[in-house]
């Protein structure tokens, strides 16, 4: 079986393709879409992450592909019902980054309640300030979590461990798991008027894109603290600039991107706001996770096989 890995995926993880002799695995990575198309009908097997459209294009150049592996938790990236028209499976590692994704959400919320950013490039600059770097406590506060699934359900964990009161909106999840989690079930719009902190863990799909919207900002507590570590476009960028400037909104924490690499105006804006701290997608990139989800794919690919 040929496989082909188009973007960075950990060398320990692969181990299990590199030792089996039924496998041939070339990591071509940077290829451009047409150098990719070119050779993509040689392979059995593609390992993305989220770096190569996996769309009906490509697909319609993989004559003999039996598998696209995407080596993390969603397939936003891979065209699935194209792929399906074609029988090819898609799988992905739904559990080997959970942990990394819900520690960086907790990372990002602490950093910006601490002003950890702007006191680290403050005192690195030479200065000794203190007042300015006054920040906020977990303690006591609301968080509204929308979505309690593997990554929610352990940041709910870790919020009470912080001695939150844990606010739940899963239409798919029973009252019995959110007690089970410490947490309270409840409609959508209770959430949002009742969070002191708001962090979203849900896929992207029609369904949730734009779920949080400018009507939701304004039935929101003054001064609430947005979180976004799941994906780009589940919170609308526009509407979360307009908070932001408005002053509705205290402070955001954003991992993700509806555009990765961002080049619109709105997100740039957005990333470039005083109180947004920001990262470029790294809620999975910890060694731990990288390996974990390589080693997941590969078994999925050794399975087919």
Known sequence: ?????????????????????RVELDVRLGLSKAELYEVIGGYDAIITRSGTQVDAELLSHAKQLKMVARAGVGIDN??????????????????????????HTM????????????????????????????????????????GLGKVGGRVALRARSFEM???????????KRAADFGTRLVEL???VRSADVLTVHTPLNE??????????????????LIVNCARGGIINEAAMLAALESGKVAGAAFDVWSEEPPQDETIKQLIAHPHM????????????AQTNVAIDVSREILNLL
């Open 107 to 146: 990372a990002i919320l602490l950093s910006l309640c601490r002003n950890v950013p702007e006191a680290n490039a403050s005192l690195k600059g030479g200065k000794w300030l203190r007042a300015p770097f006054t920040g906020y406590e977990l303690k006591n506060k609301t968080l509204g979590l929308i």
């Open 165 to 175: 009161d844990v606010l739940v909106y899963d239409p798919y999840i029973s009252e």
């Open 207 to 224: 369904e949730t894109r734009d779920m949080v919207t400018a009507t939701h900002f304004a039935a929101m507590k003054q001064g609430v």
């Open 277 to 288: 701290v920001v990262t470029p997608h790294l809620g999975a990139n910890t060694f731990e």
């Open 1 to 21: 079986m040929k496989v082909i890995v188009t973007d960075e995926i950990s060398e320990k993880g692969l181990e299990l393709l590199h030792n089996d002799q």
């Open 78 to 103: 891979v065209d699935v019902q194209a792929a399906s028209e074609r029988g090819i499976i898609v799988v992905n590692a739904p559990f080997g980054n959970t942990n990394s994704a819900a520690e």
């Open 189 to 191: 719009d209770e959430l």
